[in-house]
């Protein structure tokens, strides 16, 4: 008899299981539900402890924010000795003296180097433009304020120090007397009308160039003369019968040094070295007539000052 309660139709025990299934699902959903509900209110809590947490620190930084981000030390800050006043020249003393009378180290920094850029104090009411100074402190200083002697001058001592330089009138050559052109030195030349230091020294270095003149007329190819200096300074000057020319040695002279001749440029140093390859030891300006880089003018002119014996 009991079978006929247990006999189910397929559509009611479907509708069995659905039931069974709601049943399951029903719990799960308030077992999910009451959970959470704990963990929220724990985690409540944990929140709330852990702004009160800080909280707390943010009132312990406030109480050391007052003297920064350190709590301040229980000893006594340093302080530099200092000494009873005494005299000193605050052009010769030195940052420790300054110390000790009273100043900040920053404050004997900046005198040293006013004092290093020349700075001069010539009486004892300069000291009180020292920046920063207190004027207790410059009071209680002053009597002991002591100015060398050497430093209370004028401003101007600079240039009443020394005495003006007296420039003597150069001595000039009286008309007819000559100097020769390859000894004369400066000095000599500065003689003659007209020739001061400059052309001086001008006349002696192309003279050192080119080994000495063999003519006056060689003046007019320095470009520092005009042809009315060179007109005017001629009467003054001379070349020996035996002119002392200082030649150059063809065969041991170097491409440099051939160059350095106001005769002679790269090209025709160039043609001197590469035939001395070619046939050993030079022994006349014939044997450069062949090449286009020497004119008959370039022979006339290096004739003096080649020596092709060495």
Not at 80 to 92: C, E, G, L, S, V
Not at 283 to 309: H, N
Request: glycine content about 6%.
């Amino acid at each position: 008899m009991w079978k006929n309660y247990l006999n189910f139709t397929k559509k009611e025990r479907r509708a069995i299981l659905l039931i069974i299934c709601l049943i399951v699902i029903g719990i799960g959903v308030q077992i999910y539900f009451s959970g959470p509900k704990e963990n929220s209110e724990k985690e409540i809590a944990e929140n709330q402890a852990f702004q009160n947490e800080i909280k707390a620190h943010e009132a312990s930084r406030k109480k050391t924010a007052k003297h920064g981000n350190y709590t301040r030390s229980k000893h006594a800050r340093f302080q530099p000795a200092t000494y009873a006043p005494f005299d000193f020249d605050p052009n010769t003393a030195d940052s420790l003296t300054f110390i000790h009378l009273g100043l900040k180290p920053f404050m004997a920094r900046m005198i040293l180097k006013y004092r290093s850029k020349g700075g001069k104090y010539r009486k004892a009411e300069d000291f009180a433009k020292v920046p920063y100074l207190d004027k207790a402190l410059y009071t209680k200083l002053l009597p002991h304020i002591k100015i060398n002697s050497r430093w209370i001058v004028s401003r101007r001592d600079t240039i009443i120090r020394y005495k003006p330089i007296v420039y003597q009138k150069q001595e000039k050559l009286a008309e007819g007397v000559h100097l020769d052109l390859n000894t004369a030195d400066t000095t000599e030349l500065k003689k003659i009308p007209g020739i001061g230091s400059g052309i001086a020294h001008a006349i002696v270095n192309y003279r050192n160039r080119l080994g000495g003149f063999h003519t006056i007329t060689q003046l007019r190819e320095m470009k520092q003369l005009t042809s009315d200096q060179i007109e005017k300074f001629s009467k003054f000057l001379a070349i020996a019968s035996v002119p002392s020319i200082r030649k150059l040695p063809v065969n041991k002279s170097g491409i440099e040094r051939l160059m350095s001749h106001p005769y002679l440029n790269f090209y025709q140093a160039k043609v001197i070295v590469e035939l001395r390859k070619k046939k050993g030891k030079l022994t006349g300006l014939d044997q450069l007539s062949l090449y286009e880089e020497f004119t008959k003018q370039d022979f006339e002119r290096l004739a003096y000052y080649l020596d092709f014996s060495q």
